[in-house]
């Protein structure tokens, strides 16, 4: 069973930072692209950012210019740096690696926006 570990989530002041980590399996990740999708209460699960296996990345528009999405190879993990977080920016955070039809989640971390 392939298990991906999320980590970073926390309580934040709006406008403060945090960064979530995703430990993906070795066997994995040199060929499976890894989203970063978001859950608030109420609300669809949607993607946020995705970075590829070569690197590219794309962002959902309202987090552009905030939230920056990188992999470690030698560490085989990824990052979600989230800075200028507002409360819209509350829910539980997942990661997701994918390859083809093949998708793999983590249980998720929840980041909260509040002062």
């Known amino acids: 069973q392939v298990q991906l570990v999320e980590s970073g989530g926390g309580l934040v002041q709006p406008g403060g930072s945090l960064t979530l980590s995703c430990a993906v399996p070795?066997?994995?990740?040199?060929?499976?692209?890894v989203g970063w999708y978001r859950q608030a209460p109420g609300k669809q699960r949607e993607l946020v950012a995705m970075?590829?296996?070569?690197?590219?990345?794309h962002y959902v528009d309202s987090v552009k210019g905030r939230f920056t999405a990188s992999r470690d190879n030698a560490k085989a993990a990824v990052y979600l740096q989230m800075n200028s977080l507002k409360p819209d920016d509350t829910a539980v955070y997942y990661c997701?690696?994918?390859?083809?039809?093949?998708?793999?989640w983590g249980q998720g971390t929840q980041v909260t926006v509040s002062s």
């Open positions: 997701n690696a994918r390859y083809l039809t093949i998708q793999f």
């Open positions: 970075i590829s296996s070569s690197g590219s990345t």
């Open positions: 070795r066997s994995i990740f040199t060929i499976y692209d």
